[in-house]
């Protein structure tokens, strides 16, 4: 079935590094690929999303392309703040197929001043 | 406007009793799922709905756990004679139309069950 890997923390970094979460997955028909992310308290959101190959998702300064030819969607910052740190989730749905999201574990971030 | 709601937001119960969570999708989103997320982990899928029908349910673990939608809103997750395996988050989504794999499914604040 759909699988994902994702690059586990905990992830420690101080403001204006640069962040790499790496996330590979492994499906069987034609996948379109989620960042959810999680603060400190609050429910799953989205952060971003790519459905086709060679797409760029972006949001609030974090990026991810949907790499067919690496079956990757690894996720970056330029430059993180104190307020990215939270857990990001990667995921999966098959277009065409079930509708449910397949997760990754998750990575915890948390950003030092 | 009004997101994803869950209810309770905490529930405790004791081990080999009946309860029930309830989901409230966004207004207009015909497909809801239900999720699992245990401490430390990604959330797991535990059953789809698109309209009052439940599209597909190969997630729930087993015949403890039922799900309904009747009127293609609401939804209640429903677990008989929990067990303390069953503490957990449970999260609901819906999204707008889903069947196409790339909706994207927003997310409520989840219920955390404690089975003790």
């Known amino acids: 079935g759909d699988s994902v890997t994702q690059m586990e923390g905990p992830v420690t970094l101080s403001e204006e590094a640069f962040l790499t979460i790496n996330c590979t997955y492994t499906a069987t028909g034609y996948p379109s690929l989620f960042w959810y992310v999680q603060y400190p308290g609050e429910g799953l959101q989205l952060l971003l999303k790519a459905t086709k190959a060679d797409d760029k998702g972006s949001n609030k300064g974090f990026e991810a392309t949907y790499r067919k030819e690496t079956t990757s969607f690894h996720l970056e910052k330029g430059s993180v703040q104190v307020s990215d740190s939270a857990v990001y989730f990667c995921a999966t749905v098959t277009q065409g197929g079930s509708e449910k999201l397949v997760f990754g574990k998750g990575t915890k971030l948390t950003v030092n001043p | 406007g009004a997101g994803v709601s869950q209810t309770p937001s905490n529930k405790v119960t004791e081990k080999g009793k009946y309860v029930e969570l309830r989901c409230d999708p966004i207004?207009?989103?015909?497909?809801l799922y239900w999720y699992r997320q245990s401490l430390g982990q990604g959330p797991e899928f535990l059953i789809y709905?698109?309209?009052?029908?439940?599209?597909?349910d190969s997630g729930l673990p087993n015949d403890r756990f039922f799900a309904v939608r009747p009127e293609g809103s609401v939804s209640t997750l429903k677990i008989q004679r929990t067990e303390r395996g069953d503490s957990a988050v449970y999260l609901c989504?819906?999204?707008?139309?889903?069947?196409?794999?790339?909706?994207?499914?927003?997310f409520g604040p989840g219920t955390r069950l404690t089975v003790l």
């Open positions: 989504a819906s999204s707008p139309a889903g069947g196409l794999g790339t909706d994207t499914q927003y």
């Open positions: 709905f698109q309209g009052t029908g439940a599209a597909d």
């Open positions: 207004s207009g989103h015909t497909a």
